[in-house]
């Protein structure tokens, strides 16, 4: 068996667009599978692995020798950390194959190949803030900042004036770090160390006539942000993860002789935007999850779409449905999957089974078997192929097929 992973997105995506995947199988032979699928993947301080999303690709079913090729989408969830490489936070897309061991049933083969890829914010969050201007007297101190929201690159003006000092400092600092909360060591991970802040930049100056310093900002800084993803799994219910950066201006003054020893300190915060003051504009989330309908008995059938393939018969009985299908194409189809899931009082899909083959010829009819101990009134079906043509019908069991 190969499988390959072909990433469409070119190893970036932004928060809120999908992350395109092709993946491609070869069964040198006939080949039974549990599932198959791709997942995003990232890995925190205190876990092996963590899954941030997931795609199936294939359910539990039976291939024929040949190749299948599928495209799938992960949507990236507005509250995804994106990347952060100074911190090791990253990801990788997982293409997963599960296979029933063939002598020890309780446990099973996993074949899996993986890519790293990029997930940049759109900043949005951050944006929202507005500019207002910093004035304040201390201590004999006067400071004033114009505002208090800047891009990288930027150079900030502290205005001041005092009769006390005879040095002021002003130092930019970043305080930053991942958040991890989980279960294996307590609320707080312990493998997250508390890191003091960093010391992106710094001015100075004893000439108190001047009444102004300059502070450039980094062109490499990061902007202001506190992402926190969590999850809807129940298996990872209680777990958090994020990051911070956070920035400020610390203040140190150096008073004269007759003032006394003790230094003027303090700390004022500020944002660092990645994009310019005013650009903001909050966009709806065309993303964002609707609640499902429950599937209606109707749902996917097509005059042009039923025309591709027919359910020539069912036959039943007591927990089996023979299904016999028909491709009414004039072409050859390739890599064709048929799942066969059973639909229980018009609500609720069954656990569905899944047969591949390699070729449809035209006219030809293939028999798919699905087995169910539920009560059924219809069963659904879809095909998918090598050319990505995804048709969904559902057929009422009870259906006159002449």
């Not at 061991?101 to 890829?117: E, L, M, Y």
């Not at 910093?134 to 900042?145: A, E, H, T, Y």
């Not at 809807?232 to 008073?255: P, R």
Request: proline share 6%.
């Amino acid at each position: 068996m190969k499988i390959e992973l072909s990433d469409l997105n070119n190893g970036t995506v932004f928060i809120g667009d999908k992350l395109n995947v092709r993946t491609k199988f070869k069964f040198e032979e006939d080949t039974s599978i549990l599932w198959s699928g791709i997942k995003l993947i990232t890995q925190p301080p205190c876990l092996k692995e963590l899954q941030v999303s997931k795609e199936e690709i294939f359910s539990m079913g039976h291939f024929e020798a040949g190749e299948y090729i599928r495209e799938r989408a992960l949507l990236i969830k507005n509250n995804v950390v994106p990347t952060i490489k100074n911190r090791n936070l990253e990801y990788e897309i997982k293409l997963i194959i599960r296979q029933p061991h063939p002598t020890n049933p309780a446990d099973d083969i996993v074949i899996n190949k993986s890519q790293k890829v990029e997930i940049k914010p759109r900043d949005l969050s951050a944006q929202v803030k507005q500019p207002n201007p910093i004035s304040f007297s201390i201590s004999g101190l006067n400071v004033l900042l114009n505002k208090d929201v800047f891009k990288p690159g930027e150079t900030i003006k502290i205005s001041f004036t005092s009769e006390v000092l005879k040095q002021i400092e002003v130092r930019l600092l970043q305080t930053a770090n991942l958040v991890c909360y989980c279960d294996a060591y307590g609320q707080t991970c312990r493998k997250v160390e508390e890191l003091p802040p960093a010391i992106a930049g710094d001015s100075k100056t004893t000439d108190m006539e001047k009444g102004f310093l300059l502070l450039k900002i980094p062109e490499i800084a990061e902007p202001t942000h506190n992402y926190m993803w969590e999850p809807t799994e129940k298996e990872y219910w209680g777990f958090k993860f994020g990051d911070y950066t956070n920035w400020s201006l610390l203040i140190i003054g150096k008073k004269k002789p007759e003032y006394g020893r003790e230094p003027i300190t303090f700390e004022l915060p500020i944002t660092i935007v990645s994009k310019p003051i005013g650009e903001f504009k909050k966009e709806i989330d065309l993303f964002a999850e609707t609640p499902s309908a429950a599937p209606s008995l109707f749902d996917g059938i097509s005059s042009k779409f039923q025309k591709t393939y027919k359910i020539t018969s069912i036959d039943s009985d007591i927990e089996k449905y023979k299904l016999k299908i028909k491709n009414t194409t004039k072409e050859k189809l390739q890599g064709v999957t048929i799942k066969v899931s059973g639909l229980q009082e018009g609500l609720f899909e069954t656990a569905p089974i899944l047969a591949g083959f390699n070729n449809w010829k035209p006219n030809e009819e293939k028999e798919v078997i699905f087995q169910s101990k539920q009560d059924i009134s219809a069963l659904i079906t879809l095909l998918e192929d090598n050319s990505q043509k995804i048709i969904r019908v559902q057929t009422p069991v009870a259906s006159n097929f002449f």
